[in-house]
């Protein structure tokens, strides 16, 4: 079974400021890990995703994401924030269903506030 | 390719009313899901076809909820005698067999009154 902790419903960052959102995972076997961006009243859209390979991986809109095994941890962040970044962002890992398929579990979200 | 495409976006309904959600998936995209999201919460796993079969659902989705993917490309989703419990936010996602990324539609938003 996988879950997800997202540490942090609020998080609140000056524009410009580097932007950390905590994800911590728990998955039986190797994890497919993934941050998806959710705007008000709008669908998810992936960020980045790790599967394998290299443990830092980037995404669009300046976001980067490390896997951390011996810490069970995919952060995120992001260098300088933007106005445009306030949203809500999830954390998700991936658990296998019959035929092949991929069913997210995703934390509780993240909502980003970025002030002036 | 548009997308993923959910209709309605939005639908109010009474207590008991049945109502029916479609997703249009990305094109060729064989594996659909559909998940749940109420307020303040992340998405919830509901049900998945791969093609027209449904493969696994979720125990969330009681006997009052049915999904359909009849010619392994539109889905619907139905539930039936409406609580005010469902209001929620209904998602769709399509995928395609050598992806391991979920392509999001934007949902249908149910109030149950």
């Known amino acids: 079974a996988q879950s997800v902790t997202q540490l942090g419903s609020h998080v609140s960052v000056s524009e410009g400021a580097l932007v950390l959102l905590r994800c911590n995972y728990s998955s039986s076997v190797p994890p497919y890990l993934f941050w998806y961006v959710q705007y008000p009243n709008q669908g998810l859209q992936l960020l980045l995703k790790?599967?394998?390979?290299?443990?830092l991986v980037k995404g669009i809109n300046g976001f980067e994401a490390e896997f951390k095994k011996s810490e069970t941890s995919f952060h995120l962040t992001k260098p300088s924030a933007h106005m445009s970044d306030a949203a809500e962002y999830f954390c998700?890992?991936?658990?296998?269903?019959?035929?092949?398929?991929?069913?997210?579990?995703f934390g509780t979200g993240t909502q980003l506030k970025v002030e002036l | 390719d548009t997308g993923v495409s959910q209709d309605p976006r939005h639908k109010i309904t009474k207590r008991g009313q049945n109502v029916t959600f479609r997703c249009d998936p990305i094109s060729e995209h064989n594996r659909l899901y559909w998940y749940r999201q109420t307020l303040g919460q992340g998405p919830e796993f509901l049900t998945y076809?791969?093609?027209?079969?449904?493969?696994?659902k979720s125990r969330l989705l009681s006997d009052r909820f049915s999904a359909e993917r009849p010619k392994g490309s539109f889905s619907t989703l139905e539930i039936q005698r409406t609580e005010q419990g469902d209001s929620a936010m209904y998602l769709c996602a399509s995928e395609g067999d050598r992806n391991t990324e979920a392509f999001f539609g934007q949902g249908t938003r149910l109030t149950v009154v």
């Open positions: 076809f791969q093609n027209e079969a449904q493969l696994e």
């Open positions: 998700a890992v991936s658990g296998r269903v019959t035929g092949g398929g991929n069913k997210l579990t």
């Open positions: 790790y599967t394998t390979g290299a443990t």
